[in-house]
């Protein structure tokens, strides 16, 4: 099935955000971070995600880091504004100011902290993208309790709303599902891939529209993505297979992925240090060391691509 092609294709990387030593957002290096993003030879980026520490900020810093994103990326690349909240209500109300400030796509996040029916569901996402009928809205749902939603419920949503455009899964064996998401949607819902992009090699020529990982890895990825689209599948593997355990060893835990992801762009010269905002995860000496060990793999990784 074929992708419209009015729709993003490629890497979609979540922007983390950058604190100072008090933990206050650092504007200066959200800034940088931004102007790496739109050297990845990429389309878009997100924020705040997940990826992003998003359930750490208050609401108004969450708008604060769409603004600065948008306001630095002057159009170069669109910007993906999350705008999650358990809250129907809040979720709407971080939607349309985010739009007011200029983001090119809003995201939701599915609410997961409790198990909720389908019509509930249902309810919840009508209501935010309708709240915001003119953008581009993009639905994630990561359910670790049980499975995301159903291709059935993906049509009825994509067949009430025209502005949902984009779905992120974040699930593993999951081939056959995003096969059946992409029939009945006749490709008109660009489907990503989630979870760091690990199932990529697999889902591409699925037809997947493509993958959001972390920013860290986001020009590398997106060289594998075009690789394997083009056929050069050798060439593919060869760059995913050297990648992915930093990939994997990171997302053993949320927390921990936060000081993975901080750390390789330190190393990669993009940031200045690796906080994230307490709670956070404290790795103990022998991680601290085999991710710096890891790192240094994907910076010679970066360095060969380069030649």
Not at 40 to 55: D, R, T, V
Not at 58 to 65: C, G, N
Not at 213 to 219: S, T
Not at 248 to 268: D, G
Request: aromatic content about 8%; charged content about 25%.
């Amino acid at each position: 099935m074929k992708l419209s092609d009015d729709l993003l294709q490629g890497v979609i990387p979540i922007i983390p955000t950058p604190f100072k030593e008090n933990e206050e957002i650092d504007e200066a290096a959200l800034r940088n971070l931004v102007d790496f993003a739109c050297s990845c030879g990429i389309q878009a980026a997100c924020l705040p995600a997940y990826a992003s520490e998003f359930y750490k900020l208050t609401d108004d810093e969450k708008l604060q880091v769409v603004k600065i994103a948008v306001d630095q990326a002057k159009g170069r690349i669109k910007i993906v504004a999350q705008s999650n909240h358990p809250s129907l209500r809040s979720a709407i109300r971080l939607a349309q100011e985010n739009v007011k400030n200029g983001a090119d796509i809003v995201s939701l996040a599915v609410p997961r902290i409790f198990s909720l029916p389908e019509d509930s569901l249902m309810e919840y996402l009508s209501g935010f993208l309708a709240s915001v009928p003119e953008t581009p809205v993009l639905i994630q749902d990561f359910n670790p309790g049980g499975a995301s939603i159903s291709p059935a419920f993906i049509k009825k949503l994509m067949d009430k709303h025209p502005n949902f455009k984009y779905l992120k899964l974040e699930e593993p064996l999951c081939a056959p599902k995003f096969e059946e998401i992409i029939r009945v949607t006749e490709g008109k819902v660009g489907l990503f891939e989630g979870w760091g992009g690990l199932y990529m090699l697999e889902l591409i020529p699925v037809g997947i529209a493509g993958v959001m990982p972390g920013l860290g890895v986001a020009d590398i990825l997106q060289k594998v993505f075009e690789l394997r689209k083009s056929g050069q599948h050798d060439k593919a593997f060869t760059s995913f297979e050297r990648i992915m355990p930093q990939i994997f060893f990171s997302l053993q835990n949320m927390e921990l992925f936060h000081y993975a992801e901080k750390e390789l762009l330190t190393a990669r010269g993009i940031l200045s240090n690796s906080i994230a905002r307490k709670a956070a995860y404290v790795p103990d000496d022998s991680s601290r060391s085999y991710i710096a060990e890891l790192n240094e793999r994907v910076l010679a990784l970066v360095e060969d691509l380069s030649k």
